[in-house]
T-cell receptor, first 115, second 119 residues
Framework: AQKITQTQPGMFVQEKEAVTLDCTYDTSDQSYGLFWYKQPSSGEMIFLIYQGSYDEQNATEGRYSLNFQKARKSANLVISASQLGDSAMYFCAMREGRGYQKVTFGIGTKLQVIP | GAVVSQHPSWVICKSGTSVKIECRSLDFQATTMFWYRQFPKQSLMLMATSNEGSKATYEQGVEKDKFLINHASLTLSTLTVTSAHPEDSSFYIC???????????????FGPGTRLTVT
């Protein structure tokens, strides 16, 4: 079974609008961490936001927020006030397992911001 | 944020030769580093976990004799692709774990990646 599922291969959003990128996960561990990374065309992976499985509040980092619904096992990324520089691939990832070292990535969503 | 560098950023080599890729944590010590492989328009696939001073842990299906990993210091891990073939052509990305590996929080910072082309 897929550990991380991102069902949107590509998304378009108008500049200054908000966009939600979907992510669902599958784990039997009680303690785990969820991440979102941005990968522009240059290839570098940029850390955006983190949500711990025991965190009661949704994580926020500037224009990024994570809509964490534990019972549904979803961790959607919300980008508010989209900017042209937000155009990139976005990957959802999960850390689980002993030592919390093993990280699994989803297949990614390509976001394009339209002027 | 923490800085991780990779060298080289791009390398072309002939089939049958070996290529070494370096991953350095520039402003922090990393007891754990990871090596990923990414094919075009695909996700990152974890190849191995590299722990300083011990043998790397390889993921299932990754040939440890082909992809040699050495984590000799707290700031340097190397990946050597031995006897490279065209199918080894890919984007290789390393990352370093910041903070305790025992907590789920430990942030992972990525290097800029190395594009390997084997002709």
């Amino acid at each position: 079974a897929q550990k991380i599922t991102q069902t949107q291969p590509g998304m378009f959003v108008q500049e200054k609008e908000a966009v939600t990128l979907d992510c669902t996960y599958d784990t039997s561990d009680q303690s785990y961490g969820l991440f979102w990374y941005k990968q522009p065309s240059s290839g570098e992976m940029i850390f955006l936001i983190y949500q711990g499985s025991y965190d009661e509040q949704n994580a926020t980092e500037g224009r990024y927020s994570l809509n964490f619904q534990k019972a549904r096992k979803s961790a959607n990324l919300v980008i508010s006030a989209s900017q042209l520089g937000d155009s990139a691939m976005y990957f959802c990832a999960m850390r689980e397992g002993r030592g919390y070292q093993k990280v699994t990535f989803g297949i990614g969503t390509k976001l394009q911001v339209i002027p | 944020g923490a800085v991780v560098s990779q060298h080289p950023s791009w390398v072309i080599c002939k089939s049958g030769t070996s290529v070494k890729i370096e991953c350095r944590s520039l402003d922090f010590q990393a007891t754990t580093m990871f090596w990923y492989r990414q094919f075009p328009k695909q996700s990152l696939m974890l190849m191995a976990t590299s722990n300083e001073g011990s043998k790397a842990t390889y993921e299932q299906g990754v040939e440890k004799d082909k992809f040699l990993i050495n984590h000799a210091s707290l700031t340097l891990s190397t990946l050597t692709v031995t006897s490279a073939h065209p199918e080894d052509s890919s984007f290789y990305i390393c990352s370093a774990l910041v903070g305790s590996g025992g907590r789920a929080r430990g942030e992972q910072y990525f290097g800029p990646g190395t594009r390997l082309t084997v002709t």
